[in-house]
């Protein structure tokens, strides 16, 4: 009995051709967690910056972060997930705000 994966070699041995064993690259979530001390409008401002939203998205995503504890900036591969995350706190730690950027793995 040979079935689509297996050929019998005629002398009794059978050759098994291996499945395609091709996953998708992991994605991840851009996550911004509240703090009580950095500044709305400089959320606003990274949510426009350095994730392409504009002004009532980031509003929006400012606002649910304040409110919710954390919210998502955006889904990526994982080279550029950690290049915005690495962007966005270095950029704040320069103007001194702690505010912090993660990511998590979808
Ligand atoms: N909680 C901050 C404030 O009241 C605003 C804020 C929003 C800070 C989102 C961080 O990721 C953040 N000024």
Redo the contacts with the bound molecule.
């Keep these: 009995m040979s079935s689509k994966r297996e050929y019998d070699l005629n002398d009794g041995t059978v050759v098994e051709q291996s499945k395609p064993k091709l996953q998708r690259p992991p994605m991840y979530r851009v996550v911004?967690?509240?703090?009580?001390f950095?500044?709305?409008d400089f959320?606003i401002h990274i949510l426009e910056t350095f994730f392409g939203k504009n002004h009532e998205q980031a509003t929006q995503i400012?606002l649910h972060?304040?409110t919710r504890g954390k919210g998502v900036c955006g889904i990526y591969s994982r080279d550029v997930a950690e290049t915005k995350v690495t962007q966005v706190n270095d950029y704040s730690r320069e103007y001194q705000h702690p505010?912090l950027c993660t990511l998590e793995e979808l």
């Design positions: 911004l967690l509240n703090d009580d950095t500044p709305m959320v400012m972060v304040h505010l």
